[in-house]
C-alpha cells in the first residue's frame, strides 16, 4: 500500500436495528465508541444511515493487517467501554451479522488517507454529501483482468458521469482471526465506492447514466454479463461525525 492509503483490510458492516432506533445507535457510537476504536489501533473509517432503508445502519472500520485486526478488536470488545454500553447498543439490533472483509482491488484502490479532524462529539450536523457504495457478486473469485476492466472502462464512465470515485475492494478470504464476530463466508464481491456532494447531485448522475449509449449498449450489458445477480447498491448518507464525508 502507499503512504496516502488507509486500510489495506475493511470491514462493510451493515446493522439492521429495531425500528425508530437507528437515531439512539448513531448517538451513542458518535459518542463512545469512535475515539475508542481507533486507540485500540482500528481506523473509523466512516458511519453511515442508509438512505433507502430507515432501519439501516451502516459503518466501514479499517485495519493494517489480520492479526492487527485481532489484537484491535479483543482489545475494544474485552475493554471497559464496550462493557459499559453494549447493552445500550445491543438492545437497538435486531442483526449485525451482515459484515463483508475486503481487501483493495488493486495497488492505490483503498481509501485516501484522511488527516482531517472529525467533528468533535457534540456534532449534530449532517453532511448533504452522499457515499454509494456498489457491491458486484460473482461465482468465482475476483480476478486482475475485471479489476483492469473496472479502471479502464467502468470508473471512467462513472466519472464522466458525475461520481468523485474513491476506492474498489474485493473479498478478503483469510480465515476470521475474531470468530466471536461473524462476517460473510463463501462470497466473492467487488465493492466500489463512491461521492457525490448532496442528493440532487446524485441524482444527476443516475440521469446521465440512463441516458448514455455508450454505457447502455456496452458498458453495463459487460459488467452484467461477469456477474451471478445484479449489483447491490447503498446510498449512505454520513453522520455527524463520519470521517467519510
Known amino acids: 500500500m502507499s503512504d496516502d492509503s488507509c486500510c489495506p483490510l475493511i470491514e462493510l458492516r451493515q446493522y439492521t436495528l429495531q425500528p425508530g432506533e437507528r437515531d439512539v445507535l448513531i448517538d451513542l457510537f458518535d459518542r463512545e465508541f469512535v475515539e475508542t476504536q481507533e486507540a485500540t ?35 475494544f470488545y474485552g475493554g471497559s467501554v464496550w462493557a459499559a454500553h453494549r447493552e445500550a447498543a ?13 481487501r483493495p482491488a488493486r495497488a492505490k484502490s483503498a481509501f485516501a488517507q484522511n488527516d482531517s479532524a472529525r467533528e468533535s462529539a457534540d456534532a449534530r450536523e449532517r453532511p448533504a ?5 456498489t457491491i458486484c457478486h460473482f461465482a468465482t473469485p475476483i480476478d486482475a483482468a475485471f479489476a483492469r476492466f473496472f479502471e479502464a472502462e ?13 476506492a ?26 463512491a461521492r ?28 452484467a454479463g461477469r456477474l451471478k445477480a445484479a449489483p447491490e447498491r447503498l446510498v449512505l448518507a454520513p453522520t455527524a461525525r463520519s470521517r467519510l464525508r
Open 154 to 166: 467502468i470508473e471512467p464512465a462513472l466519472s464522466a458521469a458525475g461520481a468523485q470515485p474513491l
Open 168 to 193: 474498489q475492494f474485493v473479498t478478503e478470504s483469510s480465515e476470521n482471526t475474531f470468530p466471536r464476530l461473524p462476517v460473510r463466508t463463501g462470497e466473492n464481491v467487488f465493492v466500489s465506492f
Open 90 to 102: 445491543n438492545a437497538t439490533m435486531i442483526d449485525s451479522d451482515d459484515v463483508l472483509l475486503l
Open 129 to 133: 454529501s452522499r457515499i454509494v457504495a
Open 196 to 223: 457525490f456532494a448532496d442528493e440532487a447531485a446524485l441524482a444527476a448522475f443516475d440521469a446521465r447514466l440512463a441516458s448514455s449509449p455508450r454505457w447502455n449498449e456496452h458498458l453495463q450489458p459487460a459488467l
Open 41 to 75: 489501533g482500528m481506523c473509523l473509517v466512516g458511519q453511515f444511515r442508509d438512505v433507502e432503508r430507515p432501519d439501516r445502519f451502516v459503518w466501514i472500520r479499517g485495519f493494517p493487517d489480520m492479526p492487527a485486526r485481532a489484537t484491535s478488536l479483543q482489545a
